[in-house]
């Protein structure tokens, strides 16, 4: 019987909640497109990849609620676990990316390595959710 239970002693996504995506939505995963598309300091290419990454979460989240049968305990949480490290690492590029443009003063042409880092993990990070509802 414990082995039952035994996937759940792997490493575990953290589940804390970075202080800045606790708003302006219950959604960690949509405030971060919010964010991102809200900024002003991307261009229309990232806008649409923060947008397909946020697409892709509320599609997910549609599938795991209509799922029939039911997912289980564990369907769910491996679901959430996809979509905690993809979240966690776009906010990660993201905040490199922010970070890197504000030290550069504000220079977009200073920050192109940053921003291509940002978009490959937009694009991971909408592919993980992607996977999550097809595997």
């Known amino acids: 019987m414990a082995g039952d239970w035994d996937w759940l002693k792997g490493p575990q996504p953290s589940s804390e909640v970075p202080e800045q995506l606790r708003t302006p939505t219950a959604s960690p995963a949509l405030n971060l497109g919010v964010q991102v598309i809200g900024s002003n300091i991307v261009g229309n290419d990232v806008v649409e990849l923060a947008a397909q990454y946020m697409a892709e979460h509320a599609r997910l989240e549609l599938w795991m609620g209509s799922h029939e049968p039911p997912l289980g305990?564990?369907?769910?949480?491996?679901r959430g676990r996809a979509?905690?490290?993809?979240?966690l690492g776009a906010f990660e590029a993201w905040g490199a990316f922010e970070t890197a443009y504000q030290a550069s003063g504000?220079?977009?042409?200073?920050?192109r390595d940053e921003r291509e880092?940002?978009?490959t993990a937009l694009r991971r990070a909408a592919d993980a959710l992607i996977r999550a509802r097809t595997e």
């Open 106 to 111: 504000k220079k977009i042409d200073q920050v």
């Open 83 to 87: 979509s905690s490290e993809a979240l």
């Open 73 to 78: 305990f564990r369907e769910q949480y491996e």
């Open 117 to 119: 880092r940002l978009k």
